[in-house]
């Protein structure tokens, strides 16, 4: 009885730790009645213009075939939609609260109205049944966009033909926002087509929406510049066969608007002053960017901030290279910042303001560094004609690794190597005097800096990285700069002239420095070098030595470089 009784517990303890499994054949037999459903739901701001018809789904229900067990149902991803125990999807909501312009998913104290907006794209939900499960992918749709995709895609095949040509399809393209009223409440195609009205990033959304879908070369255009556009206007350049057009149809008043599409010579904008051009913006699709003379009969003598920036930004378009003529005198800055792809911009020989040294550009009489195009990278050696850096001369330039700036330089410009987050390494002259506001804003890799005794001025903006090290010599003006804002300072050993052992006192070994120097026996650190020129004539030769020692003689009271 005692054998029996123990086997029987054995067998029910064994079924309870391993149940029987599914055969093969029987979870084969299970199938859901459908892999994929859509929903489709409204959002609150909508629902007062749109119903959603009954030939679109705004709930499902799945069901298992092959069994009779009752199945267990979840959402396990995207969470876009509800699923209950009968298997029936519905969309989800997220609820807001609002107090004011400032809105939250938790209710708050103060924050009185409530909206519901749908949870759009895709879930996947789960069946579980008889040791099987069975997923399937439910995607909630949002039917303001569906019904304003629809408008467009039949606009589409009824007005923009085959047989149109390129400026009469663009033209109708153009005069389809114009069919709605402008609208400050709405700046995309659905709001203006569900409600009936938009603003110009409306107009232009429907605009590319329609270039699309005719297979055409586009971009958002930031319009900003545009004679009498407001702020932040926007419209569409497209591109065919090389050319350039701006359709337009963002400006204001009721139904049917006026709407605007013409050719831009060259793919650039430009406005006039006088005789001259001032070319403020490029929407073309060239890598290698001529600026032009001339444009339309207009002298062109201005480059504008941003010339290249927005079509990067919208069209994802890099320029490599730029030309600019002899015409141009004025070149503002930012005209090439953040142009990431940018190695060089060449300057006629003819100009007479500009020149360029290996795609740099200079003043003509080399002693300002203008701009250093984005695209270059590792290390860079500023001209010795240089005597400032420009403002925002280096800007944005995040391939840079080092700079070393030359005796003659006296002014860092503003801005100068703002942006610059890869500049590790950056040697300053001994004859720079000031360092302008933001001249090392976000320039993250650049740890630390020293900062020669000749600098008497740093703006106190210069720096926005508290965790640089400003190194210099003691009672320096970047001693004080430093001790201000709370950087951490680091006191360099003061050098002596004529100390090229860097001992602290000047002796015979100083000028036998020297001479080993010059035979190459021994190589002088930089610092020693600073110090070995003591007749001042910019070159480390055996004259240096022989000073050395006829001050130690007592023949001469000073070196010329101490005078």
Not at 15 to 34: D, E, K, Q, R
Not at 96 to 105: D, L, M, Q
Not at 296 to 319: E, I
């Amino acid at each position: 009885m005692k054998k029996l009784l123990s086997l029987t517990l054995a067998v029910i303890f064994t079924f309870c730790l391993f149940p029987a499994s599914i055969s093969a054949s029987a979870a084969s037999s299970l199938s859901l009645n459908a892999e994929y459903a859509e929903l489709f739901t409204v959002s609150e701001r909508d629902s007062d213009a749109l119903t959603i018809p009954d030939s679109l789904n705004q709930s499902f229900t799945f069901k298992v075939t092959g069994t009779e067990s009752k199945v267990s149902w979840r959402v396990t991803s995207g969470y876009t939609v509800n699923i209950d125990s009968n298997g029936t999807v519905t969309p989800a909501y997220d609820i807001w609260y609002h107090k004011g312009n400032v809105s939250s998913t938790f209710p708050m104290d103060g924050y009185t109205s409530m909206t519901k907006e749908p949870k759009l794209g895709e879930s996947v939900i789960e069946a579980r049944v008889d040791g099987v499960r069975l997923s399937a992918t439910v995607v909630s749709r949002d039917y303001a966009e569906y019904y304003a995709e629809e408008v467009l895609n039949k606009f589409a095949e009824e007005k923009l033909t085959d047989n149109l040509s390129t400026e009469e399809l663009l033209d109708a393209i153009c005069s389809f926002p114009a069919q709605y009223d402008y609208s400050p409440y709405y700046s995309g195609y659905v709001g203006m087509i569900v409600h009936g009205g938009g603003d110009c990033w409306a107009s232009t959304s429907a605009i590319n929406y329609l270039c699309d879908l005719k297979g055409l070369k586009y971009h958002t255009r930031n319009a900003v510049n545009d004679p009498g556009a407001g702020g932040g206007h926007r419209n569409t350049a497209v591109i065919v066969d090389g050319e350039v057009y701006v359709l337009d149809a963002g400006y204001s008043g009721t139904a049917p608007r006026y709407y605007n599409v013409y050719k831009l010579t060259g793919g650039f904008s430009y406005t006039v002053s006088g005789n001259n051009a001032r070319i403020y913006m490029y929407d073309g699709d060239q890598t290698v960017v001529n600026i032009p003379e001339t444009i339309n009969g207009y002298t062109v003598t201005t480059v504008g901030k941003h010339l290249l920036y927005y079509n990067q930004l919208y069209a994802d378009f890099y320029a490599t290279e730029v030309t600019i003529p002899s015409t141009v005198t004025y070149i503002e800055p930012y005209a090439f910042s953040d142009i990431e792809k940018l190695e060089n911009i060449y300057i006629d020989d003819n100009n007479t303001v500009y020149k360029d040294v290996d795609g740099v550009v200079y003043s003509k009489d080399g002693k300002t560094l203008e701009i250093f195009p984005n695209g270059k990278s590792g290390n860079y050696t500023v001209e010795p004609t240089a005597e400032k850096i420009g403002d925002y001369a280096f800007y944005y330039s995040k391939k840079l690794s080092s700079v070393k700036i030359p005796e003659g330089v006296k002014t860092i410009g503003e801005g100068a190597f703002g942006d610059c987050s890869k500049l590790e390494s950056l040697e300053l002259p001994e004859s720079l005097e000031s360092i302008s506001c933001f001249a090392f804003y976000n320039t993250g890799s650049l740890k630390e800096i020293t900062i020669p005794a000749s600098v008497t001025e740093i703006d106190e903006n210069a720096f926005n990285d508290s965790s640089i090290i400003i190194k210099g010599y003691k009672d320096s003006y970047a001693q004080s700069f430093a001790e201000s804002k709370n950087y951490t300072f680091e006191e360099l050993s003061s050098l002596l002239i004529g100390d090229t052992d860097l001992d602290g006192e000047l002796s015979i070994r100083d000028a036998t420095e020297i001479q080993k120097h010059l035979v190459k026996d021994i190589v002088l650190s930089e610092d020693a070098l600073k110090v070995a020129d003591v007749d001042a004539d910019g070159d480390i030769i055996v004259s240096d030595a022989t000073m050395i020692q006829q001050k130690l003689a007592g023949l001469i009271d000073k070196f010329p470089a101490e005078q």
